[in-house]
């Protein structure tokens, strides 16, 4: 046998260790580019994916983007940098957000505006309006994911400004609807499912108020059978949104309920600061501040300012500033505030405490006093109402209702005689003197008397005296009811005239023959001299009597009535309240004791107020 030499065995032994490392330097260049290719066919896919997902969501909306001003990013000249700008920032490691084209229409909340439609168009956006009260043409062209600016103050985005998500309760959010446009009911639950932390979101309840459109059967079903966190309940006769949203109450599991209308989108961070209120006292019932979506252009409006719920006399919501006293309890004006009333369509409670309320009461039909009905007794029976600035969701106001209903019941009047019987006490009598006294057939109250009495609930003397002393008092008033024009031998007697809403301010305050029933001639005369239907005040300056916001100060929205010469004098002119020769208006005329023009008379007048 032969024998290496040294120096041949040394070249040998560097090539057995070569080979190997060069082959495994080989294997790894191959593994790591098949794992770069397949990342980029990955991108692609969730590319692909996400533009599927845009295209699917606008369903039944436009083809072509043509006359379309939907006011993309200014930034043109480049692309990326503008949707990253407009990207919203993932603060909550619990919640994922979906994948979302900048300049799709309506993203970040902007407006949408259809310019010179064709005709073809122009019957689409028509029929969208008649149906829904708002315009479905461009609710379709809408992403059910557009991206929403971030409304939050930064205080509410401190860390640990909540609980942390693991120490809050979860929510079933309850949304009833009935024969609603596809892209605004799905819209309203894909923002509620992709800004809620997993965690906290246990079920979405959609009950089908008996809808009629063949978009919200089968559709519906097939669609929502993607997302096992969705359960719709279908009532089979129409039963109206109270007992639809008792019936959704029924399907809850979770120990928290939230209701919200068909019509919404939540806000970024919209449901920790809720629960976060719940999870710390579960008698706090807590509603969103409630943002504007336009209903025309689908723009997202934030709320001009923070308001508090409140109520009239005709028992009509209202909003109103928050008032001095509570700005004085609060440290920071994006903390919880206290309201005497809310909205009705937008809060959140603790299950057990909604059933330990009595929930809403049942005899109450269709719509309509159930919001000032459990505002009532969350406040007297040992609860809180706050609203909360750090949570936002926005929903479309609809100028009128869509939907038909059966006629010749005055369902809100019956809900509000309900609703005075159990729970204002002797003040009932104000709402009654509305009107008219005519209380109907508004059924047997007695369980939800019961109720109260069990609870131990206050007085409404209490409500009005701790939670709205802001209100005025018709009890407090020097008169009140009818301003009668006693002038003699020229047929129908003419009283003092007007609806009071906001949209009456600055119109002239007409007649109308009298008729005892309230309503728009039921007035009251504070002992400062102000003539006034709730917050709305008889003022003159130089032409008309007209209404406008009482504000306190007297001037203009002074008056001193004589009940010996039945003259309304007004102190700032010093002229007098008259009818006019034709008995068609109001006018302010030179004082004269013998002119029966300028007699009145008050239906009630308590001297000794005065």
Known sequence: MAIIPRRHRNNIIKVLILVPVIWIISVAVNLRSEQIEQAG????LVETVGKKEVIETNRGGPKTGKNINHEPNSNKDNPSESSEKDLPIQEDPHVIVPPVDPNAPGEMGKPVRIENPDPETKKKID???KDNAYNQYVSDMISLHRSLPDQRDQWCREPDRNLPVAQLPATSVIVCFHNEGWTALLRTVHSIIDRSPPSLLEQIVLVDDASTQDHLKEELDVYV???????????????????????????ATAPVLTYLDSHCECAEGWLEPLLDRIARDPTNVVCPVIDIINDD??????????????????????WHGVPAHEKARRSHHAEPVHSPTMAGGLFSIDKAFFEKLGAYDSGFDIWGGENLEISFKTWMCGGTL???PCSHVGHIFRKRSPYKWRSGVNVLRRNSIRLAEVWLDDYKNYYYDRIGRDLGNFGDVSSRKKLREDLQCKSFKWYLDNIFPELFIPGDAVASG?????RK??????????????GDMHKAVGVYPCHLQGGNQYWMMSKQGEIRRDEACLDFSSKDVILFSCHGGGGNQQWEYSQDRKQLHHNVSGKCLALTEKKDKLAMEVCDD????QHWLFQNFNATIS
Not at 41 to 44: C, P, Y
Not at 304 to 314: E, H, M, P, R
Not at 482 to 486: D, H, K
Not at 492 to 498: G, I, K, Y
């Open 41 to 44: 066919l990955e991108d692609d």
């Open 225 to 251: 059978s993607k997302y096992p966190k969705i359960k719709i309940v279908r009532s089979p006769e129409r039963v109206g949104l109270i007992r639809a949203r008792l019936l959704g109450a029924t399907h």
């Open 297 to 318: 252009t689908l723009a997202y409006q934030k709320s001009s300012y923070l308001a508090v719920g409140g109520f009239d006399w005709n028992l009509v919501f209202n």
């Open 482 to 486: 009818e301003i009668r024009n006693v």
């Open 489 to 502: 031998g020229h047929g129908a007697e003419m009283c003092v005239d007007s609806p009071a809403k906001k």
């Open 127 to 129: 029929k969208g309006w």
């Open 594 to 597: 013998n002119n029966d023009r």
């Open 386 to 388: 706050e609203i909360v």
